[in-house]
């Protein structure tokens, strides 16, 4: 069992960056697919970004490619999800989430979702 929790969030104006974390609770995550979803209100959860255990592959949904950069260090179970220029679309919880390989995680077979962390940008 994996524990996700993710940080970083807040209320930010359009411009601004914003830095999220995702701590896992077990160093096991470090043989998972790490990554990030979204989701506005009254929109349907969207795939922002994954990472995969070493680091050396990593994927981004279109919508966020060139403003969003995923990373992770295995060495503090951690996740993070640096974002540029934020716009006020931006605004949504974001989730951080593990799957077993980039195929599951493809399929959208996820192991482990955190709680969430609400973004919100003003204009």
């Known amino acids: 069992q994996v524990q996700l929790v993710e940080s970083g969030g807040g209320l930010v104006q359009a411009g601004d960056s914003l830095r999220l974390s995702c701590k896992a609770s077990?160093?096991?995550?470090?043989?998972?697919?790490m990554g990030w979803f979204r989701q506005a209100p009254g929109k349907e959860r969207e795939f922002v970004a994954a990472?995969?255990?070493?680091?050396?592959?990593?994927d981004y949904g279109d919508s966020v490619k060139g403003r969003f950069t995923t990373s992770r260090v295995n060495a503090k179970n951690t996740v993070y999800l640096e974002i540029t220029s934020l716009k006020p679309e931006d605004t949504a919880v974001y989730y951080c989430?593990?799957?077993?390989?980039?195929?599951?995680?493809?399929?959208?077979?996820?192991?482990?979702w955190g709680q969430g962390t609400q973004v919100t940008v003003s204009s």
């Open positions: 077990s160093p096991a995550a470090a043989t998972y697919v």
């Open positions: 990472i995969n255990y070493n680091g050396d592959r990593t």
């Open positions: 989430a593990c799957a077993s390989s980039f195929a599951r995680w493809s399929r959208r077979e996820i192991d482990y």
